[in-house]
């Protein structure tokens, strides 16, 4: 059945699509490349067309953040092994739901073409990235020492995250939705009809959460975060997270 390509394209630009001047595109051999719109340049703005062509397969695509705010936090799990990237997601969307209270209903998953997978949150309204940054630090907080691999934030203004449903230009792969109990993928019209379900959360939900940690917890991260003298991205925010969880873990802070 041919699947409802213009629905589809309107379902990105109301979930995804946040900024067009600036975008990400991967080409056949796998690499990506951030292409900012000037006036000065020959680089288009990120259109409907472009949408159409990654849902064909052609060329795949990425989003970033609308500048401070965001629409939406995506959770990117990156493993070497598939097994480790299954149980970290499993673990990740077990404290979504019952450390966070995110319904398991608005906790939307989809394979990433890889090895790994990203866990996507909408929200109704824009959110402040400081405020969704900070939701990420708690919710790793609680998922813990991660045995291998990482979870990365996203998207903010300097690191966009590939939108679903296109193919991962290296592997070949479908990057389709899967059950988020489960893992197991659907099939490429289920998940066109599964993201043509996909309502947006109340902000509020974000913005207004607290994840029960303990003061003493709260303190101890900070030190030992402010003690590995990061820049401030999602990436080293990961590792530092990791590194600090390890080392109160082994009582060694």
């Known amino acids: 059945m041919e699947q409802p390509t213009k629905q589809l394209v309107k379902q990105f630009n109301e979930l995804y699509i946040q900024t067009r001047r600036k975008y990400l595109a991967q080409f056949a051999d796998g690499r990506y490349f951030t292409l900012s719109y000037a006036p000065s340049n020959k680089t288009v703005k990120f259109n409907d067309s472009m949408l159409h062509t990654h849902l064909k397969g052609d060329i795949t695509y990425g989003v970033f953040a609308g500048g401070r705010v965001s629409k939406f936090i995506t959770f990117d799990v990156d493993c070497n092994d598939s097994a480790m990237s299954r149980w970290i997601t499993l673990k990740l969307i077990d404290v979504l739901e019952n450390e966070a ?44 020492t991660l045995p291998d691999g990482q979870v990365e934030f996203r998207p903010s203004w300097t690191q966009g995250v590939k939108i679903p449903l296109g193919v991962h230009q290296k592997t070949g792969n479908r990057c389709v939705f899967v059950d988020n109990e489960t893992l197991e993928p659907y099939n490429y019209e289920e998940s066109c009809e599964y993201f043509l379900r996909i309502e947006p959360l109340q902000a509020e939900v974000i913005t207004e959460s607290t994840i029960d940690l303990t003061d003493e917890q709260v303190t101890e991260f900070e030190e030992v975060v402010a003690s590995t003298d990061i820049t401030v991205n999602a990436v080293d925010l990961s590792g530092a997270l990791q590194r600090a969880k390890r080392i109160l873990d082994n009582g060694r802070l």
């Open 101 to 144: 209270n995110i319904p398991r209903k608005d906790i939307h998953v989809s394979f990433s073409g890889n090895k790994g997978y990203h866990v996507d949150i909408f929200f109704d309204k824009q959110v402040k990235v400081d405020a969704l940054k900070e939701f990420y630090h708690n919710v790793l907080v609680k998922v813990g």
